[in-house]
């Protein structure tokens, strides 16, 4: 039988008999995919490519095509060929082609997928000669992907990707420089001074460094939560979702360890171990190595590991 191009657009659930059905009698169609199932299923994607049927971009998510500003619409059409590329389907299966029906203005359609390796398809238009495909160059890998704007001097979602790397390194330095110049008052040579001068320093240093620890720990957590609700599905398939999530929770973990060391804090800032209050700091400093050992250089290890492989994709 000859060839046929259906437009078809249906549950994937009906997918696997519909695709016998037509390969029964070898007939080819395009299948209009919304983009944010490729990450939930991308073989059922794969096979039909993998059948000589073409995939069409219908949406991100059916998104309301006729009324989104052009700038969002772009964004949503990076976001699906990103995800095509993680699920492996643009460099894998090398798609040929991609049709979208998209818009009632042929030219603001032209001026959004101009950088991608698409053939338009406008099939909105009301009057029937415009009924047509427009083709763009075939596609030569990589993907040139069109940069907003906004974007050229200052990207807020590469920045939200990489805020609790950024934070969760401070974290680590400032809890590090803090343990290792807080052990100089425990020398013995020092330790008489240390006793006298400590209370008093100890004050000062410690409500200085609050602030900061507590700037430092919330960034972490707060950005490596967004992250998770932003992009989920890209992140789980990027194998940086989690790592993510485990940065949050060992930043939170650094929390947990205020009834062991606030204590400690309390009876140097008081001095109520009366010009003794080195044996306290040594105490503290054991709590702080431990401390730092596993939740703040944790946070750190799962905060860059997660941007490292949310970008190396």
């Known amino acids: 039988m000859r060839q046929t191009h259906w437009h078809l657009t249906f549950m994937t659930d009906q997918l696997p008999r519909m695709l016998d059905i037509l390969g029964k009698y070898n007939i080819k169609i395009t299948y209009f995919v919304e983009s944010w199932s490729l990450a939930v299923h991308p073989t059922v994607v794969k096979n039909i490519i993998a059948r000589g049927h073409e995939v069409a971009w219908h949406g991100y998510q059916h998104e309301p095509r006729v009324s989104l500003p052009l700038e969002e619409m772009r964004d949503k059409l990076v976001k699906s060929f990103e995800i095509a590329e993680v699920v ?57 992907k069109p940069t907003m704007a ?84 890209l ?5 940086s979702y989690y790592w993510y999530a485990a940065g949050a929770v060992l930043a939170a973990g650094h929390l947990l360890f205020v009834p062991a060391v606030a204590p400690r804090i309390q009876a140097i800032v008081e001095d109520e171990t009366k010009e003794k209050s080195v044996g306290e700091l040594r105490r503290w400093l054991r709590v702080n190595g431990i401390r730092g050992l596993t939740t703040d250089l944790g946070a750190w290890v799962c905060c860059v590991v997660a941007v490292v492989r949310t970008f190396s994709v």
Not at 110 to 116: D, Q, T
Not at 235 to 239: M, P, T
Request: no cysteine; glycine share 2%; charged share 15%.
């Open 235 to 239: 992140l789980k398939r990027r194998g």
């Open 88 to 144: 492996g389907i643009n460099t894998a299966l090398g798609v040929a082609r991609v049709a979208t029906p998209f818009l009632h203005n042929p030219q603001l359609a032209f001026s959004l997928v101009h950088n991608f390796p698409v053939l338009l398809q406008s099939n909105l238009i009301k009057s029937e000669a415009h009924h047509k495909i427009y083709p763009n160059p075939p596609p030569t890998p990589p993907i040139n």
């Open 150 to 233: 906004s974007r050229a001097f200052f990207d807020p979602l590469t920045l939200l990707r990489l805020a609790p790397a950024i934070s969760s390194t401070a974290s680590l330095t400032l809890a590090w420089d803090q343990h290792w110049m807080l052990r100089i008052f425990t020398l013995p040579e020092l330790e008489l001074d240390s006793n006298l001068y400590l209370p008093k320093w100890f004050h000062a240093f410690f409500r200085a460094g609050l602030p900061s620890v507590l700037a430092f720990l919330s960034v972490t957590m707060t950005t490596a939560t967004l992250n998770l609700r932003s992009e989920s599905l």
